[in-house]
């Protein structure tokens, strides 16, 4: 019922940016929560960043929390992940997700839908 298509993953030197997008589709998008993972070597998929269709509201994570913002735009049903200052162990496959909107949810457990993933590597 949800499809996700992400873009824009890739190379960049420590301290660089890159703008993750999710292309949301299908019939119940819209009534999920958006999220970001990122799942690096040897590490468990961890919580990067959530936010609401609806309200905008959005959660971040303590480990990314002023570097990364997460944002979306309704009228594209596109959800981004600015990422700055970018640091060698940013280096990760970050996936988009979808799931809960009643509640925070952060534990990959509660998001049903994924995106393919995309690299992001991060040089030092």
């Known amino acids: 019922q949800v499809q996700l298509l992400e873009s824009g993953g890739g190379l960049v030197q420590t301290g660089g940016s890159l703008r993750l997008s999710c292309i949301a589709s299908g019939p119940t998008f819209s009534n999920y929560a958006m999220g970001w993972f990122c799942h690096a070597p040897g590490k468990e998929r961890e919580f990067v960043a959530r936010i609401t269709w609806s309200v905008g509201s959005t959660y971040v994570a303590d480990s990314v929390k002023g570097r990364f913002t997460i944002s979306r735009d309704n009228a594209k049903n596109t959800v981004y992940l600015q990422m700055n200052s970018l640091k060698p162990e940013d280096t990760a496959i970050y996936y988009c997700?979808?799931?809960?909107?009643?509640?925070?949810?952060?534990?990959?457990?509660?998001?049903?839908?994924w995106g393919q993933g995309n690299q992001v590597t991060v040089s030092s």
């Open positions: 997700a979808a799931g809960p909107k009643y509640y925070i949810a952060i534990r990959r457990d509660d998001y049903g839908y």
